[in-house]
């Protein structure tokens, strides 16, 4: 039988996600796997896989928090802000600053921010994505989007190396924070390197390192079940009758202050995912018996 939950893979250096994605594909022998969030071929780090069925449940995942390590370089921008693209502008005044000046511009970043996305970013444009358009050597102006960093920590000073560590919500760019902490200090930046650390409570210790010759055996035992995919939801516990209503696309009397998706269980099994409204569970997703 097919494996079918989550997979926490630990990414390295140098291939995509798509890559990684790859090899648990021919290792495993089956074609759903899916992602709850990329990382660029120079990061590393966790990444979450959904197997079989449980690609169901990666909207669930992909907003969840996120925690990085990351180095930015002070003196260089570069126009993807970040090493991968090309330098722009160098400033040797990174030489005179201290360990306070940096801890200083990194909490002016800390909180509810509207950042600025890269210019080379995935967001589209008139239609068009960003890099596309960047590339093809146009001026891209993407919009600030409200974004919140809830913890920002100078780690270690090598200059012009600066370490940090960044706790923040989805859709955060660190490579901004990279940028911007270069442009408040007034001698531009770059991001280095990127090491996602944490997805919500996953943690990159837990996660398994896969390369193309990861034994099928090796990915089985690190597969959590389909559930795991769902612990931050409100829960509901349905009696025999309420889970052949939610089964069968029947709504159920349940009472709730919960607003957003419930996860619905059997016996210990996710049954389903339903929205409550007006007292009652409305099914938007249901599994099968072997869920």
Same mark, same amino acid.
């Given at each position: 039988?097919?494996?079918?939950?989550?997979?926490?893979?630990?990414?390295?250096?140098?291939?995509?996600?798509?890559?990684?994605?790859?090899?648990?594909?021919?290792?495993?022998?089956?074609?759903?796997?899916?992602?709850?969030?990329?990382?660029?071929?120079?990061?590393?780090?966790?990444?979450?896989?959904?197997?079989?069925?449980?690609?169901?449940?990666?909207?669930?995942?992909?907003?969840?928090?996120?925690?990085?390590?990351?180095?930015?370089?002070?003196?260089?921008?570069?126009?993807?802000?970040?090493?991968?693209?090309?330098?722009?502008?160098?400033?040797?005044?990174?030489?005179?600053?201290?360990?306070?000046?940096?801890?200083?511009?990194?909490?002016?970043?800390?909180?509810?921010?509207?950042?600025?996305?890269?210019?080379?970013?995935?967001?589209?444009?008139?239609?068009?994505?960003?890099?596309?358009?960047?590339?093809?050597?146009?001026?891209?102006? /993407?919009?600030? %989007? *409200?974004? =919140?960093?809830?913890?920002?920590?100078?780690?270690?000073?090598? @200059? !012009?190396?600066?370490?940090? #560590?960044?706790?923040?919500?989805?859709?955060?760019?660190?490579?901004?924070?990279?940028?911007?902490?270069?442009?408040?200090?007034?001698?531009?930046?770059?991001?280095?390197?990127?090491?996602?650390?944490?997805?919500?409570?996953?943690?990159?210790?837990?996660? /398994?390192?896969? %390369? *193309?010759? =990861?034994?099928?055996?090796?990915?089985?035992?690190?597969?959590? @079940? !389909?559930?795991?995919?769902? #612990?931050?939801?409100?829960?509901?516990?349905?009696?025999?009758?309420?889970?052949?209503?939610?089964?069968?696309?029947?709504?159920?009397?349940?009472?709730?202050?919960?607003?957003?998706?419930?996860?619905?269980?059997?016996?210990?099994?996710?049954?389903?995912?339903?929205?409550?409204?007006?007292?009652?569970?409305?099914?938007?997703?249901?599994?099968?018996?072997?869920?």
């Amino acid at each position: 039988m097919n494996p079918v939950g989550l997979l926490l893979v630990d990414k390295p250096e140098g291939p995509t996600s798509h890559d990684v994605i790859g090899d648990v594909r021919r290792a495993l022998g089956i074609r759903k796997v899916g992602h709850t969030g990329t990382l660029d071929p120079f990061a590393s780090g966790l990444m979450i896989l959904c197997l079989g069925w449980a690609t169901r449940l990666a909207e669930y995942l992909v907003g969840l928090p996120k925690a990085y390590r990351a180095v930015a370089r002070l003196g260089a921008s570069t126009d993807t802000d970040d090493r991968t693209g090309s330098v722009i502008s160098t400033s040797e005044a990174w030489d005179s600053l201290s360990a306070d000046d940096l801890r200083a511009a990194l909490n002016a970043q800390a909180g509810d921010i509207d950042q600025k996305p890269p210019a080379y970013s995935a967001k589209k444009v008139e239609g068009r994505r960003a890099y596309a358009a960047a590339r093809a050597g146009e001026n891209v102006e /993407l919009r600030a %989007r *409200r974004v =919140t960093i809830s913890r920002l920590e100078l780690v270690e000073l090598e @200059p !012009p190396d600066v370490t940090f #560590e960044i706790e923040c919500s989805s859709g955060t760019y660190v490579r901004a924070v990279a940028r911007d902490l270069g442009e408040a200090l007034g001698v531009g930046a770059h991001l280095t390197q990127l090491r996602r650390m944490r997805v919500g409570e996953y943690s990159v210790e837990d996660a /398994l390192q896969v %390369r *193309r010759d =990861t034994t099928t055996g090796a990915i089985e035992q690190h597969v959590l @079940p !389909p559930q795991a995919a769902v #612990e931050h939801l409100p829960r509901a516990e349905l009696s025999a009758a309420g889970c052949e209503a939610i089964r069968n696309g029947r709504s159920v009397e349940w009472e709730t202050a919960a607003t957003g998706p419930v996860a619905v269980f059997f016996e210990g099994q996710l049954i389903a995912i339903a929205e409550p409204a007006s007292g009652q569970l409305l099914p938007r997703k249901v599994f099968g018996v072997a869920a």
